[in-house]
C-alpha cells in the first residue's frame, strides 16, 4: 500500500509500532500489506519472566547469541539497543527455550556418563561458544587438538563442575531436574 500519513499514524497506534517504522515507511512511501490486511494478528509479546530470562542470555560467554535458531540475531540487538521495548514474541521464546534444552539435555548426557563422544557432541552444537564454555585455556587446548584422553584428574573434575554449573545457570531450563554421576 502506498504511504499515507493518516494511515501511518492509526497503525502505529494500533500497533504499538516504533518512530522508527513509520520513517522507514514513509522513506519508501510504502506501508506492508499486513498491516491493512484485516486477519492480521501481531505476534504475541513475551511475559516479563520470560522477557527477564530473554536478558540473561546477553552475559552467557559461551553462548553464540546469532546461532540461535529460528531467532534473527537483529532480534536480540534491537532488544539491547531500543532499552528493551523491542518486541519479544511467544514463538522467539520457545525457540530460545529449545536451544537452551539442547544444551543441558546434551550436558546431562555428558554428566551421567563423561566421554569424548559425548564432549565433542556439546562442543560441536552451534550455540556453543567452547572457549567460552571451557573458561580454561589448558582444557580448551587438549579438547582442541583432540587429547580428550590426556586430561589430568583435575582437569577432569574442572570440567565435570564447570558442565554442571552450566547445565544450573541456563536460562529457560529451571525446572528440568539436573542428573550428576
Same mark, same amino acid.
Given at each position: 500500500? !502506498?504511504?499515507?500519513?493518516e494511515i501511518a499514524d492509526r497503525?502505529?497506534?494500533k500497533y504499538n509500532l516504533a518512530a522508527s517504522t513509520i520513517r522507514t515507511w514513509k522513506y519508501r512511501n510504502h506501508i506492508p500489506d499486513r498491516y491493512v490486511d484485516p486477519n492480521y494478528k501481531p505476534p504475541k509479546k513475551a511475559n516479563n =519472566?520470560? &522477557?527477564?530470562?530473554?536478558?540473561r542470555i546477553y552475559d552467557?560467554? @559461551? &553462548? +553464540? &547469541?546469532?546461532?540461535?535458531?529460528?531467532?534473527?540475531?537483529?532480534?536480540?540487538?534491537?532488544?539491547?539497543?531500543?532499552?528493551?521495548?523491542?518486541? +519479544?514474541?511467544?514463538?522467539?521464546?520457545?525457540?530460545?527455550?529449545?536451544?537452551?534444552?539442547?544444551?543441558?539435555?546434551?550436558i546431562q548426557k555428558y554428566l551421567k556418563k563423561p566421554s569424548e563422544k559425548k564432549?565433542?557432541?556439546?562442543?560441536?552444537?552451534?550455540?556453543?561458544?567452547?572457549?567460552?564454555? =571451557?573458561?580454561?585455556? !589448558? +582444557? @580448551?587446548d587438549k579438547l582442541r587438538k583432540g587429547k580428550y584422553d590426556k586430561l589430568t584428574e583435575e582437569e577432569h573434575n574442572y570440567l565435570q563442575q564447570r558442565l554442571e554449573n552450566i547445565a544450573s545457570e541456563l536460562p529457560f531450563t529451571k525446572n528440568i531436574e539436573l542428573v550428576s554421576k
Open positions: 500500500m !502506498k504511504y499515507n500519513e497503525l502505529k497506534r =519472566l520470560e &522477557i527477564e530470562e530473554f536478558e552467557l560467554k @559461551y &553462548i +553464540v &547469541i546469532k546461532k540461535i535458531g529460528g531467532i534473527p540475531d537483529y532480534r536480540f540487538r534491537d532488544h539491547k539497543r531500543e532499552g528493551n521495548h523491542a518486541l +519479544v514474541s511467544k514463538n522467539d521464546i520457545k525457540m530460545i527455550k529449545l536451544a537452551m534444552r539442547k544444551v543441558q539435555a546434551s564432549l565433542v557432541e556439546l562442543l560441536a552444537l552451534p550455540i556453543i561458544r567452547k572457549e567460552g564454555l =571451557l573458561n580454561n585455556n !589448558k +582444557v @580448551y
